[in-house]
């Protein structure tokens, strides 16, 4: 099992910028790629983006451009930074980490980016 503490989030007016951090603990060994998810209210979950152990990135298409994906694997990190924030961001952003076997999630934080 592999288990997902994420920091960051919170408030922010349209344009400003979030980092997002999740730090991995567990079985990190059998981790193939970490990412982040959203939800916002009343919408199916939907991809971020996402880092492979090799380095290998995608992004949604949304976020192209302003945000920024990055992994530590010394340290089992991952790191969201986002830029250029538009009210359409606002959701509850979940680290995800994928081994072989199954998903872990964490327990999500909330951004929210007022107009």
């Known amino acids: 099992q592999v288990q997902l503490v994420e920091s960051g989030g919170g408030l922010v007016q349209a344009g400003g910028s979030l980092r997002l951090s999740c730090a991995a603990s567990?079985?990190?060994?059998?981790?193939?790629?970490m990412g982040w998810y959203r939800q916002a209210p009343g919408k199916q979950r939907e991809l971020v983006a996402t880092?492979?152990?090799?380095?290998?990135?995608n992004y949604a298409d949304s976020v192209k451009g302003r945000f920024t994906i990055s992994r530590d694997n010394g340290k089992n990190r991952v790191v969201l930074e986002m830029n250029s924030l538009k009210p359409e961001d606002t959701a509850v952003y979940c680290c995800?980490?994928?081994?072989?076997?199954?998903?872990?999630w964490g327990q999500g934080t909330q951004v929210t980016v007022s107009s």
């Open positions: 995800n980490a994928r081994t072989w076997a199954d998903d872990s």
């Open positions: 567990g079985n990190t060994f059998s981790i193939i790629a």
């Open positions: 880092i492979s152990n090799g380095g290998s990135i």
